[in-house]
């Protein structure tokens, strides 16, 4: 199976759009092959403002309804106390809100944008995905993350080379509560991190701490930058470390 034979097979589909790489190709996609397409974004505490503003960017470029649900995704001890399988909960609740408002809409088919490269046994959100019946086409399509971003920068989508975006909620240990003001103390110290010039590091809460995480590209720098980086950061947490491991993953 191809996208094109996806599409044409199910061509009256609803799109949880996180305004990242992958799912921004399959909006493009759907589109291309004419299907009855509408995106819905859930706006939680977990999504920076950014992510929110990317995926309305593209979503007026492809001529895409998208439909944009505020969701309080703390009330839920589940979540809040960030336990190992949050994900699990999170996603649940989510993919159940958007399927909510998808069938009243009149779609029900649900997709979204998991691909080849994502390993289920790593991820328990793709547990709730599959008991909600969720369909992921380019998992499907057996289409990975480089396929995805090379076809996407053929098609001249400014999305092609985002860097991958875990929501904020990683950014906090697990065990951890997580709780609005943390987020926001996470949110503006990478703001401010992407403002001097880092791309792929994460600010992690190490209890209320920041945990700093660069790539091995940009330790260097960071080490070089190390006083900027304190006088940027100190408005928003009292103590700031540098992991001098670096970042290992795309969390």
Known sequence: MNLKDFFEENNKIALGFSGGTDSSYLLHEAKKYGADIRAYYVKTQFQPDFELEDAKRLANETGVKMTVLYYDILQYDEIRLNPKNRCYYCKNKIFKLIKEQALSDGYTTIIDGT?????????????????????????????????????????????????????????????????????????????????????????????????????????????NMRNEIYNGLKVCFDDILMDLKGRQNNE
């Open 115 to 223: 691909n080849a490269s994502d390993d289920s046994n790593d991820r328990p959100g793709m547990k709730a995905l599959c008991e909600l019946e969720v369909k992921s086409p380019l998992r499907m399509c057996g289409l990975t993350k480089t396929d995805v971003r090379r076809l996407s920068k053929e098609a001249g989508i400014f999305t092609w080379n985002k860097p991958a975006y875990a929501c904020l909620a990683t950014r906090v240990s697990t065990g951890n509560e997580i709780t609005g003001e943390r987020l926001l103390k996470i949110e503006k110290g990478e703001n401010i991190l992407f403002n001097m010039g880092f791309t792929g590091f994460r600010v992690r809460m190490y209890y209320d701490s920041a945990k700093l995480q660069f790539k091995e590209s940009e330790m260097e720098k960071a080490f």
